[in-house]
């Protein structure tokens, strides 16, 4: 499974937790037009329209993304992008 954000596609190992606000995997990527094709681990989060129980779990969802854009620490896992797809039935939000 996968996902395609505005930088990079995103390739799902395995599930690592359920959150209040969402699913956490563990991912890898590629950088596009790298010839080396080196994966990079990154940790995925996501939350689904259809197993949100309420629309602050978007709002904590989207304000999560924002904060995590604005720091730069040693501790604090380094932020990449956030996103949303949308399928047929579904639209997802994500966090890399």
Same mark, same amino acid.
């Given at each position: 499974?996968?996902?395609?954000?505005?930088?990079?596609?995103?390739?799902?190992? $395995?599930?690592?937790?359920?959150?209040?606000?969402?699913?956490?995997?563990?991912?890898?990527?590629?950088?596009?037009?790298?010839?080396?094709?080196?994966?990079?681990?990154?940790?995925? $989060?996501?939350?689904?329209?259809?197993?949100?129980?309420?629309? $602050?779990?978007?709002?904590?969802? $989207?304000?999560?993304?924002?904060?995590?854009?604005?720091?730069?620490?040693?501790?604090?896992?380094?932020?990449?992008?956030?996103?949303?797809?949308?399928?047929?039935?579904?639209?997802?939000?994500?966090?890399?």
């Amino acid at each position: 499974a996968g996902a395609r954000g505005e930088r990079h596609q995103y390739r799902i190992q $395995k599930a690592l937790g359920r959150g209040m606000t969402g699913l956490t995997y563990e991912a890898t990527y590629t950088i596009p037009g790298d010839p080396s094709d080196t994966e990079y681990p990154v940790a995925v $989060k996501s939350l689904s329209l259809s197993t949100m129980s309420s629309w $602050k779990q978007l709002d904590l969802f $989207k304000r999560e993304a924002s904060l995590l854009g604005s720091i730069s620490h040693p501790s604090v896992p380094q932020y990449l992008e956030a996103f949303e797809t949308s399928t047929g039935d579904d639209q997802v939000w994500y966090i890399v």
